[in-house]
């Protein structure tokens, strides 16, 4: 079974730099398209960040400049290096992935097969 687990999350004042990390195991492709969501409360669920085995990666315009997402494919870990945060990066952050796949210039939120727990941030003003 595929698993997914993100850590990193906590509370920051705004400006402030958090790094979340995501672990796979259990995945038997070489192909994938994986990354970050959010959600805060009584909003949809929204892509933050997304990679693939080719380093193609996407962002949503609210974090780029701020947010970088990067992978150690050996260490089938993916990271996810916030800063400048502000109040609006605060929710709820999911690691998400598509097996076999490779990442498009949008975010697959329906077709995305396995999720992790998620990992609470919040940013003070």
């Known amino acids: 079974q595929v698993q997914l687990v993100e850590s990193g999350g906590g509370s920051v004042q705004t400006g402030g730099s958090l790094r979340l990390s995501c672990v796979a195991s259990?995945?038997?492709?070489?192909?994938?398209?994986i990354g970050w969501f959010r959600q805060a409360p009584g909003k949809e669920r929204e892509g933050v960040a997304i990679?693939?085995?080719?380093?193609?990666?996407h962002y949503a315009e609210s974090v780029k400049g701020r947010f970088t997402i990067s992978q150690n494919s050996a260490k089938r870990t993916l990271y996810l290096q916030m800063d400048l945060l502000k109040p609006e990066d605060a929710a709820m952050y999911y690691c998400a992935a598509d097996w076999p796949e490779v990442c498009g210039d949008y975010f697959p939120i329906e077709t995305l097969e396995t999720w992790g727990q998620g990992t609470h941030v919040t940013v003070s003003s």
């Open positions: 990679i693939d085995a080719n380093d193609y990666t």
């Open positions: 259990g995945y038997p492709y070489a192909s994938y398209c």
